[in-house]
């Protein structure tokens, strides 16, 4: 009996190869100018393959940022053995930033690009969810008499711009440099009375 569960790898393949030939295109041209036909040639596949895996185009982004926002959640939400908040929080950070600079074409596109707002609004979800969750946020609204929700919009789109910025900047920092500083300014944050 065949496992249902699992995807024939010459699906995943093709995904990528559209997946691919749409970023590519992004790079080149604005969004309102990418067709499916540019984007089959491009992937070297005909319209009806693209049409077996998306309904448009707008289908196809709609499932390429629910893909990157299930990675960065599962980077975010990542489990570690480390017993500080700080420590832990320190470590997802970084490994979200070494998975940005790995993924460093797709990310300069979606992300640092106006072009594809549905991608950050996906990455601002997660961070957001992130953000919420920790315990620090009720101390600093506590501390500071801000309300909680402007803390954690403050924070996210702290963070995302942060983010977006580096990315534009061709990443003249390292992930590891780069997450150590945003978890001093975290800290600093935190210590405001």
Known sequence: MKDKTKVDPRIIRTRQLIKDAFIELLQEMDLNKITVNRIADRATVNRVTFYLHYRDIQDMMENMALEMGERLGLIMRGSTTLKSIDETDSVRLLNLLEHIAENAKFYKVVLASTKTPIFTEQLLK????????R???????????????????????????????????????TPQYLAKQLSLLFRIGNKIE
Do not use: C, F
């Open 126 to 133: 997660i961070i957001t969810e992130t953000i919420t969750k």
């Open 135 to 173: 315990r620090e946020i009720d101390s600093l609204h506590i501390k500071t008499d801000i309300q909680k929700d402007i803390i954690i919009w403050y924070g996210s789109s702290a963070l995302i711009g942060t983010i977006v910025s580096w990315l534009r900047n061709d990443m003249p920092y």
